[in-house]
């Protein structure tokens, strides 16, 4: 009786590892469809000669480990995937190099570069006024979205990931992180979305 029980327990362990294993190939979602977990409050300069407080409170936390990626991918996904990779990578001013740390603008401009062979602006003003315009519920993967976060002229970009997240260099003192649009300092400076020739 007992090494039935033994036989039994021993083939639903099989079992049930089995299904664990498989499970991940059944999802494959870019990114969680969750709201961003709340951090601590705090403030950082702006992105010119200008001071802007920021909360920290829309970051988001992710590992890398829950973002999945795509080896036959396409444009976007490759753009996404290599953005994804430099997570954490220091803000500095004038940043455009993996060796020196990025700023907002040099950040999507590497990215473009070294994923794409896409050649992008400069700077968030510039790379606002190239490409096509694109509604927020239109959004896609790789699309650039940028805020006003000091008087009314466009100072940050990102780049689009999914539902809702975008990836940025914030300002000095941060790094290469994840964000919602949809976070209480970010929706109220939105100012728009382009679509970098190219991406369709």
């Known amino acids: 009786m007992a090494s039935m029980r033994t036989a039994t327990a021993f083939r639903f362990s099989i079992l049930a590892l089995a299904f664990a294993c498989m499970t991940p190939a059944f999802s494959s979602p870019l990114l969680p469809p969750d709201r961003p977990i709340a951090d601590r409050p705090g403030s950082m300069p702006a992105f010119?000669?200008?001071?802007?407080?920021?909360?920290a409170a829309d970051e988001v936390e992710i590992a890398a480990a829950d973002v999945p990626m795509n080896v036959s991918a396409s444009p976007r996904r490759t753009l996404?995937?290599?953005?994804l990779k430099l997570r954490n990578i220091a803000y500095v001013r004038g940043g455009r190099?993996?060796?020196?740390?990025?700023?907002?603008?040099?950040?999507?401009?590497?990215?473009?570069?070294q994923s794409l062979g896409s050649d992008l602006p400069g700077n968030s003003i510039s790379q606002f006024e190239a490409g096509s315009k694109?509604?927020?519920?239109?959004?896609?993967?790789?699309?650039?979205?940028?805020f006003r976060?000091?008087?009314?002229?466009?100072?940050?970009?990102?780049?689009y990931l999914d539902n809702g997240?975008?990836?940025?260099a914030p300002s000095r003192g941060k790094r290469?992180?994840?964000?919602?649009?949809?976070?209480?300092?970010?929706?109220?400076?939105f100012a728009g979305a382009r679509r970098p020739d190219g991406l369709t």
């Not at 996404?80 to 953005?83: K, V």
């Not at 002229?153 to 990102?158: A, D, N, Q, T």
């Not at 997240?165 to 940025?168: A, D, K, P, R, S």
């Open 134 to 146: 694109v509604d927020r519920d239109a959004l896609k993967m790789g699309d650039l979205v940028f």
């Open 176 to 189: 290469v992180r994840i964000d919602h649009l949809d976070g209480t300092y970010w929706t109220k400076r």
């Open 97 to 113: 190099e993996l060796t020196t740390g990025f700023d907002c603008s040099g950040f999507v401009q590497y990215v473009f570069q």
């Open 48 to 55: 010119a000669s200008t001071r802007v407080d920021v909360p």
């Open 149 to 159: 976060t000091h008087g009314r002229r466009v100072s940050h970009v990102g780049i």
């Open 80 to 83: 996404a995937d290599f953005a």
């Open 165 to 168: 997240l975008f990836i940025h």
